[in-house]
């Protein structure tokens, strides 16, 4: 029989029992934020808690992980500009997070996990984890699923380089995961033209450059969308499931050398 890991669902007496000591709270950050007009402004919070949901499934009874319900607002200014998009201030989204962390630790818990669905996040969330440590105590990681999960089929150069957003990965995975939000007909092939200068200046490069979408993008796309299938989604969620449970078993019972 699964354990109910759903934090929420349990009374507070109940959770005043857990078992602390060893065991992770985990907390899934996604975003509502344009993703062309093909996919729903909800993907990845959806990407995030599937994914999660996979890895718990995963996990046998004797790991302690529990699941916070998923936090769908983040830091999306990059994407200013297109209606529907909502973002917090990084201000805002910093303050939330330490007032979950300093509740969790409040009730005894030792260790906090981020399953990260928006790559917006990822600076601001290592940097907020270690603020997290050192003003609760609690042991805090910060987990990237899109910067771990190498996909289980062939892409090509291009996309792996360029297609970062609403392109061939998170369409196949939204097809999986909630085929009637996705309409394919409006699926759209986008590589933006970044200037080539001997040295990466963009995204995951020595030199990043700050970017907003509509600087390089009319419809808010970046990658192939239309090579998006339900089956590649499937695998996508299989391996990210594998990989995360893997992390989570590993996290559950992590130490300092000090304690």
């Known amino acids: 029989m699964s354990l109910n890991r759903q934090l929420a669902h349990h009374t507070w007496s109940q959770v005043a ?13 996604g975003a509502v934020e344009q993703h062309g007009h093909h996919l729903p402004l909800l993907t990845d919070t959806l990407i995030a808690t599937r994914m999660l949901d996979a890895a718990l499934a995963l996990l046998p009874n004797d790991v302690n992980a529990w699941v916070l319900p998923s936090l769908p607002y983040s830091k999306s200014n990059e994407h200013t500009g297109f209606p529907g998009t909502i973002s917090l201030s990084a201000q805002t989204l910093m303050a939330v997070l330490h007032d979950i962390a300093r509740s969790l630790a409040d009730a005894g818990f030792r260790r906090l996990a981020f399953v ?33 999960v190498e996909p289980p089929f062939p892409i090509s150069a291009e996309e792996r380089r360029l297609g970062f957003h609403g392109g061939e990965l998170e369409t196949s995975l939204v097809l999986a995961i909630a085929p009637e939000l996705v309409d394919m007909d409006k699926a759209v092939r986008h590589y933006a033209d970044f200037p080539e200068t ?7 490069a020595p030199a990043s450059t700050a970017w907003l979408s509509r600087d390089w993008s009319a419809d808010g796309i970046f990658g192939d969308a239309t090579l998006g299938t339900a089956e590649k989604g499937d695998a996508l969620i299989a391996a990210g499931g594998q990989k995360l449970a893997d992390l989570i078993r590993v996290i559950s019972t992590f130490e300092t050398a000090r304690g």
């Open 116 to 148: 990260n669905g928006h790559g917006g996040n990822v600076a601001l969330l290592e940097m907020t984890a270690r603020d997290i440590r050192a003003a609760t105590g609690l042991i805090c990681f910060c987990l990237q699923p899109a910067l771990f």
């Open 17 to 29: 029992a857990l078992d602390k000591q060893q065991g992770v709270v985990i907390l899934p950050i």
């Open 198 to 204: 001997g040295t990466p200046l963009f995204f995951f």
